[in-house]
């Protein structure tokens, strides 16, 4: 089974910086998806990580640790339009398992 | 235009009619997933096709049915023994199994908001 967990929400000004955790148990693992959606639209891959370490993508960054069973994505220099809501999905077995998301609200 | 197309945006049904949610791709993928999402639960998988008629039940297949008949082409039909089916559904595809080993996104269609009344 797959037992993905992440915060409901948090709350950051913008400008700042805000790391959002998310933990995994799964019994297939093929890489790890951070997704990003408005409210009312379609998912928007942000990364993707397989091996352990940190990869950098403008003012986001995710990190993973395989062995902790353990990602974050970090976002850097918030502006309004980052309030939305971020998933984190776990590849395996040609699917992805996603955990329930983690709303962000960005203010001024 | 290259794309995930989902019609209509928005769905409003009678309790105990099954209804079609329509998913067309012309991205040339092999895969389709079909997702629900309530608020609070993240997106849950129903079905999932890897290949032409071929496909998977996901983690909440009751009450759901789906065909791939074409590649391009992958219907779900709500049925009306589907308890609670007021959801936003969303339709994804992969470029398939040919890219195993690389890692390649879902990409995901605007959403079918369906209201069983």
Redesign the interface.
């Known amino acids: 089974g797959q037992n993905i967990d992440q915060p409901t929400e948090m709350t950051a000004t913008e400008g700042a910086i805000v790391q959002i955790n998310c933990t995994y148990q799964t019994s297939g693992f093929n890489g790890l998806f951070w997704y990003q959606q408005h409210a009312g639209e379609a998912p928007t891959f942000l990364s993707y990580n397989v091996l352990d370490g940190l990869e950098e993508k403008g003012r986001f960054s995710s990190f993973l640790s395989r062995s902790k069973g353990y990602s974050y994505l970090l976002l850097k220099e918030l502006q309004m339009k980052d309030s939305a809501s971020y998933l984190c999905a776990v590849s395996g077995d040609y699917k992805l398992s996603f955990g329930a998301g983690t709303t962000v609200t960005v203010r001024a | 235009d290259g794309g995930i197309t989902q019609s209509p945006k928005y769905l409003f049904r009678k309790e105990g009619q099954n209804v079609t949610l329509s998913c067309e791709q012309n991205l040339n993928h092999d895969?389709m997933?079909w997702?629900r999402q309530d608020p609070?639960?993240?997106?849950?998988?129903i079905y999932?096709s890897?290949i032409v008629n071929d496909f998977q039940k996901?983690d909440i297949a009751e009450g759901y049915s789906v065909s791939r008949e074409k590649k391009e082409s992958f219907p779900l039909t709500v049925t009306s023994a589907q308890k609670n089916p007021t959801a936003?559904y969303?339709c994804a595809t992969?470029v398939g199994?040919s890219e195993?080993g690389s890692?390649n996104?879902?990409?995901?269609?605007?959403?079918t908001?369906l209201t069983v009344l």
């Open positions: 895969a997933y997702y609070g639960q993240g997106l849950r998988l999932y890897q996901g936003f969303l992969h199994l195993a890692y996104e879902q990409f995901f269609g605007p959403g908001r």
